[in-house]
């Protein structure tokens, strides 16, 4: 199997925000918002420490 | 997360039994306390991760006292269970790391046991009453 490194990003957060997002709130409607919030939260750190280490390597 | 103050935690056998039946299959746990839904989503969670760790030719641990890493290694992919026991038992994720994505494969299998570990905690915590059952 080949991955871009985005896509591997959006399986991982997305795989991880669902088990957080259950197991981390009590009802239904605030699972899938904690889901969600990690998933953005997964998406955006990832972007963020990739402009890091690139303006690192300039 | 909501707790019952006037119900104090107490480990029965049906608390045990899915905290067990959770680590051994992933989302078992909430199944048996007949949480379908979120059984399966996090059957469904846990078993893509772990498949696409071995897809993308991740190492599957085994026991070992050697470098720390390798043992937190073990120690991570123990905690998918019955998913590990199957995979050691088929000879999957033994050839060497040598690429990038195989890397990323070691640690998608190390955290689909960490993550399952969370599950089957959670089934016991709802198990319990530690944790309200919405």
Redesign the interface.
């Given at each position: 199997?080949?991955?871009s490194h985005f896509s591997?990003v959006l399986?991982?957060a997305?795989?991880?925000s669902?088990?957080?997002g259950?197991?981390?709130?009590?009802?239904?409607r605030k699972m899938a918002l904690f889901a969600g919030y990690c998933f953005i939260l997964f998406l955006a750190g990832t972007m963020l420490a990739s402009w890091v280490m690139w303006l690192i390597k300039r | 997360m909501t707790t019952h103050a006037e119900n104090p935690p107490h480990a029965s056998g049906k608390a045990n039994a899915a905290l067990l039946l959770g680590w051994i299959i992933p989302g078992a746990g909430h199944m048996l306390l007949g949480k379908w839904v979120r059984g399966a989503l996090l059957f469904a969670a846990v078993v893509t991760m772990f498949w696409i760790g071995l897809a993308l030719q991740g190492k599957v641990y085994t026991p070992n006292f050697g470098d720390p890493l390798d043992m937190l290694g073990f120690a991570g992919d123990l905690g998918a269970g019955g998913l590990y026991a199957l995979a050691r038992i088929m000879g999957w994720g033994t050839a060497p790391v040598q690429v990038a994505l195989a890397d990323y494969g070691t640690k998608f299998i190390v955290v689909s046991g960490l993550l399952n570990v969370i599950a089957a905690v959670d089934a016991y915590s709802l198990a319990n009453g530690r944790k309200a059952a919405a």
């Open positions: 199997m080949m991955l591997a399986i991982f997305l795989c991880a669902i088990v957080f259950i197991t981390q709130r009590t009802e239904p | -």
